[in-house]
C-alpha cells in the first residue's frame, strides 16, 4: 500500500502559461542585465538551480552563491507579478484526484517532488489554491539533481510518518521522463501524465507503472494499493 504520493508540480498539477520562464528571463534582464536569457532553453523536468547555472554560463555571470540568492530574490518577485498577468489553469480533474487521495481508507501523506525552488513552488501553488493539499515535499533548492530531490522527499516523509518507507510505499506522479527516472530512482512507483510537454507516446517507452492522459484516467484505488 502507498503511504506517500509526491507530486511534480507544472504540466503535472497545474500549467502557468509560462510565467516561470518568462520569470527566469525577468530577473536575468533585470538584476544582472543579460537579456533574452532563455531563449532556446528547455525547462521541463529540470531543477531551478540547474537551470540557472546553464543561463549564469551562456551570460557570463559567475555562478556564486550571492548571485543564486540575488537571483532567486528577485525571480519571486517576478514570478508571482507574471502569475496575475498570465492565463494559467490547474490541470485535468487534479482537484477531484487530490480529493479521492484524500477520502481513501487509509489516506496516504501528499507530497511535492519538484524542481522550482521551494518559495517558487509555493508562489505558484498558493496563487491556484492548491498548496494547502500537501504536506511535505523537496525542491530545486534542495539539491540540483532530481534524484536526489527524490530521495529527500522520501527521508523527509518517512521523518513526519515516524517510520521507514519502503520504495514501493511512494508513487510518484509527473509528466515528463525525468519524473519517471527520478521515481526509479527512490524505487517507488510512478504514474505519468500527458498533461505537461510529453504525449503519451512520448512517454510509455519509459515505461512508468500507469500512464494516464490526465488526472481524470487515475484511479486512486488502484494507484495507491487500496
Known amino acids: 500500500m502507498v503511504k506517500l504520493v509526491l507530486f511534480d508540480i507544472d504540466g503535472t498539477l497545474i500549467r502557468t502559461g509560462g510565467a516561470g520562464v518568462r520569470a527566469f528571463a525577468d530577473a536575468l534582464r533585470s538584476e544582472f542585465n543579460v537579456p533574452n536569457a532563455t531563449d532556446g532553453m528547455t525547462f521541463a523536468g529540470r531543477t531551478d538551480t540547474g537551470i540557472l547555472r546553464e543561463l549564469f554560463s551562456r551570460g557570463g555571470v559567475e555562478a556564486t552563491p550571492e548571485n543564486y540568492d540575488r537571483f532567486f530574490t528577485v525571480y519571486a518577485h517576478w514570478l508571482a507579478q507574471r502569475l496575475t498577468h498570465t492565463r494559467g489553469e490547474i490541470c485535468p480533474a487534479i482537484p477531484s484526484l487530490l480529493s479521492d487521495m484524500g477520502r481513501l481508507r487509509r489516506p496516504p501523506m501528499l507530497g ?14 498558493r496563487h491556484f489554491q492548491l498548496w494547502e493539499h500537501f504536506e511535505t515535499g523537496a525542491f530545486g533548492d534542495d539539491h540540483e539533481d532530481r534524484n ?62 500507469w500512464l494516464a492522459g490526465t488526472a481524470a484516467e487515475i484511479d486512486a484505488r488502484e494507484v495507491c494499493g487500496q
Do not use: Y
Open 112 to 125: 511535492l517532488l519538484t524542481g522550482n525552488i521551494r518559495l517558487g513552488a509555493e508562489i505558484k501553488l
Open 148 to 209: 536526489q530531490i527524490a530521495a529527500t522527499a522520501k527521508d523527509r516523509a518517512a521523518e513526519l510518518l515516524g517510520t521507514a518507507l519502503r520504495g514501493d510505499e511512494v508513487l510518484v506522479v509527473g509528466d515528463t521522463p525525468l519524473d519517471i527516472e527520478c521515481a526509479r530512482a527512490i524505487g517507488a512507483k510512478v504514474v505519468a501524465v500527458a498533461t505537461g510537454g510529453f504525449k503519451s507516446r512520448e512517454l510509455g517507452p519509459h515505461k512508468p507503472d
